[in-house]
């Protein structure tokens, strides 16, 4: 049997009647092993150096310094410690008017640091770019700093200058070329200037608001027995007590939860770039079904001679499941080499947003590809292969099929089971899968719904059109309701995934674009002191700044809400927890900002004794905060309650200062605050900022462009990998065309020379094959056109979170191109036929 089976193949595969389905699996498993390959190597990476991740084996986060009992226990249990602090500040170079001036992410490091992990230093500007360098054996010496390559060119300094942080001068004495627990967080955008703990205080730059994070690294010495254990004993003791004593603003790491941030983010990439290549399999497997189900037809009279020759039902399901196991192999295996090869472009296109070199990739991705491939084939191309155990012998003779028996369609249902499976294996979030599987099987619901409408609502003009090609078009889509439906769906599906790519994505990024609008500020200003505010009012208007309203912000924790204390449990989701957690801007002001408005509640009167909060109506809705409720802030030691009055709409994309919440300057009178602006700085006015610096050390300056355009280069290089992973989703929705518009090839052939043989003449065929696949590709195209706009909105109002207007373009490139397509896939398939004698055709169908 498998020496026929064999014969088999190679006699299919001459005739071309198992590419197709070859190039479907292959493209299947290639866009599925390449987002396996290139986040199991991530992965791999990020559990290799976790520890390097931390610089210890635990890592206390603080807003304020760490308890000293904290320390105490770690010294009792012999653990080694150092300290870290770390805030943003302006790094400035020069004298005078040559002075320049930049936001720097300064961090204070302590002896000892870093407990686990190397730092890597150099003198070498192109080595530190290329994060080589020699391991440092101490701390930057008091005086000195260590600071990023890019910052010799943006101070316009070098090794041996000078730059000022606050009130303190230092000389630069080395390049970072690799800082261990740095991480790959994408909003790390400030260059790092670290330098010694013990300078600190003279920069004079901590000022009450200061946003400063203070660290502990802790880690087990060599020589500690059981240094694992005692380290985890360690973070449980502290994890207990920040619960038992409510300890807000503290954050324990350690190596099972190392940097969840970078976690967060790998996890979204993850399910992101996953349903990228769900997509590719969901239209790869329409393919596989119809290249399955085409190949079952072309073999029911080969099928019936070889039961004739004496084969059983039981050695013809054998060979051609051998036939089927091993073009599956052969497509699994291909799918894989071919996705082995695209996760280096990935790795090429996300290189600079991975910081180090990456482990060899492992050997799952692979059998995850091969057992894809063959979970697609037995769902999708077993049921055919049932239906030719059943072909009788007297189709010989009579060419007559029986319809489908229960247990070949039970097969079906088996095939989507598995097909379920395959996206919960995949997706890796049961959640996620389940949308996933729900709206695609939606769509082809609703596809198909709408085209059974379409065939029923053609009837009627049969008999009202008094035209003898469009009776022949008509004719030919209501003899076969099933084909033609399945044909409408599958182009409207392949249509979709093409529109989404081109027209749809378009429309996204032109709305993300015009989100922002032109004259949206491009500097912030934060930690201005009360003090200094009118001054850099009069600088910021002489510099030719029209609009730069200044705002008190205050930093404030949130402990009760209606008299009842905030604790680690009072919240169960994820965002409201880190909400909750952290502290908040507020801010007190007399009048609504212009850019908000006002959704639930008034504003407040401001009155004496009678304490009001306005809220942004998104964080009230994540902590189910109401009007009326009574919310308690600690700021600085004082106690501030007041009771939430009204709840506010913000423009976010107005890039103008907005908070979460006001409260009436009469109830804060008594707190300390400092001051924040933003503003629009016009071209050729950079020398201010360096001034303002340079007179002001405490200001923190935000040039937003340049973030802006940070973020844009990091966004591009995403666009660019998601844009080479729907390579895949194109030759997917290109394999559903092809297929959809040759499944009923075979069939059209022999009516097309039955016709013609009763009469026809090759214009009437002609004209009536342009009128039907201009109505199939047409409707096909709307459908598309629909979902694909369907799916811009979703992506506007839950991703991207702006306004999105429905382009008539969409619906009008559909049409055009689902009837160009239909068209010129049917003449492809049947433009022979019309060529040749009417004779000659029947005796080849």
């Known amino acids: 049997m498998l020496k026929l089976a064999l014969k088999m193949t190679l006699r299919d595969w001459r005739a071309g009647q198992l590419r197709f389905l070859l190039i479907a699996l292959t493209v299947a498993v290639a866009a599925l092993s390449a987002t396996g390959f290139f986040i199991d190597r991530l992965r791999s990476g990020l559990d290799r150096d976790a520890h390097q991740l931390l610089g210890a084996d635990v890592v206390i986060n603080a807003d304020l310094p760490v308890n000293p009992a904290w320390r105490a226990e770690a010294e009792r249990r012999g653990l080694l410690m150092t300290d870290t602090v770390s805030f943003p500040s302006m790094a400035q170079a020069g004298e005078g008017e040559q002075s320049t001036s930049l936001l720097a992410s300064l961090k204070a ?18 080595q530190a770019e290329q994060s080589y360098g020699t391991a440092a054996n101490s701390v930057p010496a008091s005086g000195t700093v260590w600071i990023d390559a890019g910052l010799l060119g943006s101070l316009k300094t070098s090794i041996g200058g000078q730059i000022k942080l606050g009130d303190k001068s230092f000389t630069v004495a080395q390049l970072i070329a690799s800082e261990p627990d740095r991480g790959a967080n994408f909003l790390a955008f400030a260059p790092r200037v670290m330098f010694a703990l013990g300078d600190v205080e003279a920069t004079n730059l901590i000022q009450p608001g200061s946003r400063v994070s203070y660290r502990l690294l802790v880690a087990a010495p060599s020589s500690l027995k059981n240094g694992a254990a005692v380290a985890s004993a360690y973070e449980q ?20 939860n190392g940097r969840p941030e970078m976690r967060a983010t790998l996890d979204r990439a993850d399910r992101f770039l996953s349903l990228v290549g769900l997509l590719s399999a969901m239209l790869a497997a329409v393919a596989v079904a119809m290249a399955a189900r085409r190949f079952m037809q072309r073999h029911l009279d080969a099928c019936a001679m070889l039961r004739c020759l004496g084969l059983t ?42 910081s180090a070199s990456l482990p060899a990739p492992t050997i799952y991705p692979a059998l995850q590809g091969v057992a894809t491939g063959m979970l697609l084939l037995a769902a ?110 599958s182009l409207a599906l392949g249509m979709m995934a093409l529109l989404v ?19 949206a500020p491009n500097r912030f200003i934060i930690n201005i002191q009360p003090e200094q505010a009118a001054d850099i009012a009069k600088r910021l208007q002489a510099a030719g700044v029209i609009y ?81 409720d009574k919310l308690r802030f600690d700021i600085a030691g004082t106690p501030v309650d007041a009771t939430i009055t009204s709840l506010r709409k913000l423009e976010w994309g107005s890039m103008r200062v907005n908070f979460f919440v006001i409260i009436n300057p009469a109830a804060m009178t008594e707190v300390s605050q400092s ?20 007179d002001y050390p405490n200001l923190t300056i935000v040039d937003v462009g340049g973030l802006l355009r940070q973020v844009q280069a990091v966004l591009d290089q995403v666009v660019t990998a998601v844009e080479f992973l729907f390579v895949f989703t194109l030759a997917s929705g290109v394999l559903v065309l092809y297929a959809a518009l040759m499944g009923s090839q075979d069939e059209r052939t022999r009516e097309s020379g039955l016709l013609r043989a009763l009469g026809a003449t090759r214009r009437q065929l002609s004209q009536a094959q342009l009128i039907e696949f201009s109505l199939v590709g047409a409707l096909s195209g709307v459908l598309a056109a629909s979902g694909a706009a369907a799916m811009g909105w979703a992506l506007a109002t839950y991703q991207f979170k702006f306004a999105w207007s429905f382009s008539p373009v969409v619906w009008l490139v559909g049409l055009v191109a689902g009837a160009l397509c239909a068209i010129a896939g049917g003449w492809l398939g049947l433009r022979n036929v019309l060529r040749q004698p009417p004779l000659q055709t029947l005796r080849e169908a």
């Open 380 to 489: 999708f191309a077993l049921p055919p292969i049932l239906q030719l155990r059943k072909v009788p012998h007297n189709r010989v003779i009579r060419r007559e099929q029986d319809p489908p028996q229960v247990t070949a369609l039970a097969t079906y249902g088996l095939g989507l089971a598995g097909f379920v499976a395959l996206l919960l294996w995949q997706a890796g979030d049961v959640q996620l899968a389940l949308y996933t599987a729900g709206g695609f099987l939606g769509a082809f619901a609703l596809f198909g719904l709408v085209g059974w409408g379409a065939l029923a609502a053609l009837k009627p003009m049969r008999r009202a059109i008094d035209h003898q090609s469009w009776r022949f078009a008509i004719s030919s889509l209501q003899r076969r309701p099933g084909a033609t439906v399945v044909q409408i769906v």
């Open 501 to 519: 790519l081109t027209v749809v994505r378009g429309d996204l990024m032109t709305a993300w674009r015009n989100a922002t609008p032109p004259d």
């Open 237 to 256: 003791w502290l994890q207990a007590q920040i619960k038992q004593n409510n300890i807000k603003g503290v954050r324990v790491e350690s190596l099972e």
């Open 548 to 628: 730069a309203p200044q705002y008190p912000m205050i930093r404030g924790r949130l402990t009760a809400v209606n008299g009842k204390p905030v604790t680690a449990e009072t919240y169960t989701d994820d965002r409201a927890k880190g909400l909750a957690d952290r502290e908040f801007n507020l801010s007190t002001m007399a009048q609504m900002q212009a850019e908000n408005k006002i959704s639930a509640g008034q504003w407040f009167a401001d009155k004496p004794g009678a304490p009001e909060a306005s809220v942004e109506e998104g964080i009230a809705k994540t902590l189910k905060w109401k009007l009326g």
């Open 313 to 354: 039902q039981n050695e013809v399901t054998l060979m051609y499941l051998i036939e089927f196991l091993m073009v599956g192999l052969a497509g699994s295996a291909m799918g894989v080499a071919v996705g082995f090869g695209g996760h280096y472009v990935l790795l090429e296109v996300l290189g600079k947003l991975v």
């Open 109 to 126: 490091v302590g002896p000892g640091y870093p407990l686990r992990g190397q730092l890597k230093i150099t003198t070498n500007p192109e």
């Open 675 to 694: 001051w924040i602006t933003a503003f629009h700085l016009p071209q050729g006015q950079g020398a201010v900022m360096n001034a303002l610096t340079r």
